[in-house]
């Protein structure tokens, strides 16, 4: 190329780079020039014709200011829709309102808002009947309750500013604490307003709330019950988008109940809670006590109630036609199934996930809260009753499972002329793997039966599990114990399962540094226990994910025990030349003479 022709293409391409240059900084200025105008045209109050005025119109607030636009949104107003738009939910809120309210007056009648928290309890069933009557009385004055502690009304009803305002209240980012304060005084407030006899008194500070005076036994399986309910109805809610249908079955949390009173009861109170019937205990525990039970034991549990909320305005009023109140559940069939058929109950699910967050408990809670039986079965990975007992039949099971899994332990010992029978489980956020030493990140163990109670790592060590299946073949003076562990140390385990599933150690807290301490049943003691296995089930709570990895690896697996099963002809060039031919001679005829080949 010519040095004519080189200049020539520079200059082009400088030109190119120029005029770029120009159009840039001529945009830049015709924009300027209409925000001036539209500056200028809001201060005159006179209408713009460009295509701002066109985004600002479509960008109006509805919310009782469609001739706002967000410039002339209050600081107040902004605070509060930023509080609520840290919950995720003022798109929904804004919908519900919109529903809800009556444009006249951009409010929301009070009788509008109450009903988003009415229940029917014509399809609820509980074998109590005191508890189902006092169940249907509470959810009958709920919703008036609600708006007197958290709404601010007017004489025409909730206003947009308030209506987010009291929802923040019930459902913003709070600490456990304070969220469980709030669901006391909703439980207090709405069994007065319903005649129930409850003695809780609240003395409020700026940020805090002393709580006085007394539960009874039945107070608090009355709270647990309508807790246990708000979980079912927000689950329900969301999963069947604001439908429901089928029936209510709530399921026996009484260990909850005793778990309560053996924390909470007065030192030297004797009680057998082998035998205990709830119902029937009259004692009565400090309040301030049973607020600092559950937030050891049952720390989500004003969850329940935040979630109800949120449910039942964001869910429930997505549709007009879904305002009807009701209490039905397409898990019927399922949650009879899952407590007549599995260790694992649907009260045990749910005391369970109210220790959790994140996906694990979501997982736990869809066993809680099935949508039909194949769900509640793909979580099932291994029964001893059903695919036998046994570490090997046990490892088959789990092999290939990289996810949280839920090990159930039920057992039975001798305590004198009495046969005790309780229930113990085990948490872990990874699946098994064959080794001679103790390995994991992290876990919890479970007192489920007769009294439940909640122990999480207490940091110190991370003996979290020990799953050994069988030695490595080589020569050990001290082999390792073959089983299953959880916490302590080799030889000195807090919980061991030996290979034949037939014996359950479970020793006292004092050898393990890696849980929480606290006895696995009543009246453990410092001994060690040795009690005979009844059933062990595990649960798997990875998700489809783990389970398609599971599949996979089993596929992987049998394909290679497939192919060292086959024998290959081929590789054979006669017959009469192989080893097997000249093995089976041998055995058939030691004493035959054959020739030695030299």
Avoid at 516 to 526: E, I, M
Wanted: glycine share 6%.
């Amino acid at each position: 190329m010519s040095i004519a022709v080189k200049k020539t293409v520079n200059c082009f391409h400088v030109q190119n780079i120029i005029i770029f240059f120009t159009l840039e900084s001529l945009r830049s200025r015709f924009i300027k020039y209409l925000q001036l105008l539209d500056k200028k045209a809001q201060k005159n109050h006179r209408p713009t014709n460009h295509f701002f005025s066109a985004i600002k119109q479509q960008k109006k607030i509805k919310m009782g200011q469609s001739s706002s636009t967000e410039q002339n949104v209050s600081p107040e107003l902004r605070e509060v829709q930023s509080l609520a738009a840290s919950t995720g939910s003022l798109p929904s809120l804004q919908k519900a309102f919109s529903l809800l309210s009556d444009p006249q007056i951009n409010s929301i009648p009070l009788l509008s808002l109450q009903k988003c928290f009415d229940f029917n309890f014509d399809n609820f069933e509980s074998d109590q009947q005191v508890l189902r009557k006092d169940c249907s009385l509470f959810f009958t004055h709920l919703g008036s309750a609600i708006i007197d502690l958290f709404f601010v009304t007017n004489k025409d009803g909730v206003n947009w500013l308030e209506f987010l305002r009291g929802y923040t209240k019930c459902c913003g980012r709070m600490v456990a604490s304070s969220l469980f304060n709030n669901l006391l005084q909703v439980f207090s407030t709405t069994c007065s307003k319903a005649g129930l006899s409850v003695d809780l008194q609240f003395e409020k500070f700026d940020d805090d709330c002393k709580i006085n005076g007394t539960l009874s036994a039945h107070n608090i399986l009355t709270l647990l019950s309508i807790c246990w309910i708000f979980s079912w109805d927000s689950k329900t809610l969301k999963s069947n988008t604001g439908k429901t249908e089928g029936k209510c079955v709530l399921p026996d949390i009484s260990y909850l109940v005793l778990s309560a009173i053996e924390s909470c009861a007065e030192d030297g109170l004797e009680l057998n809670f082998w035998d205990s019937v709830v119902s029937e205990m009259e004692i009565r525990l400090p309040g301030s006590k049973i607020h600092l039970w559950a937030l050891k034991n049952i720390p989500n549990l004003a969850d329940c109630f935040v979630q109800f909320v949120s449910a039942r305005l964001c869910h429930l009023t997505t549709d007009e036609d879904k305002l009807e109140p009701s209490c039905s559940s397409a898990q019927e069939s399922s949650t009879s199934a899952i407590s007549e058929v599995n260790l694992l109950t649907c009260g045990w699910a749910w005391a369970i996930s109210l220790t959790l967050r994140g996906s694990v408990c979501e997982e736990i809670s869809r066993i809680c809260f099935p949508n039909n039986s194949d769900e509640i079965n793909q979580h099932l990975l291994y029964r001893s009753s059903v695919h036998g007992k046994g570490l090997n039949r046990f490892w088959s099971n789990v092999e290939g499972y990289n996810g949280p899994l839920l090990v159930l332990i039920a057992a039975s010992c001798e305590d004198g002329d009495n046969t005790r029978r309780w229930v113990i489980g085990a948490l872990t956020h990874q699946g098994f793997e064959n080794k001679d030493s103790f390995y994991g990140t992290s876990g919890s163990l479970y007192a489920l039966s007769p009294v439940f109670r909640a122990l999480t790592t207490s940091g110190r060590e991370k003996n979290f599990i020990y799953s050994h299946l069988h030695p490595t073949g080589l020569y050990d003076a001290h082999p390792k114990p073959v089983g299953i562990a959880f916490g302590g140390n080799i030889g000195n385990e807090r919980i061991f399962i030996d290979e034949d599933f037939a014996k359950v150690t479970v020793r006292h807290h004092a050898v393990d540094k890696t849980y929480q301490h606290g006895a696995l049943f009543p009246n453990q003691g410092y001994l060690q226990v040795d009690a005979s296995v009844l059933e062990v089930e595990v649960w798997g709570l990875g998700g489809t994910g783990s389970i398609e990895i599971q599949n996979s690896h089993r596929k992987r697996e049998q394909l290679f025990t497939d192919q060292r099963r086959k024998i290959d002809l081929k590789t054979f060039t006669n017959w009469e030349d192989s080893p097997e031919k000249m093995m089976m001679d041998m055995m058939s005829n030691p004493s035959a003479v054959r020739r030695e080949e030299r």
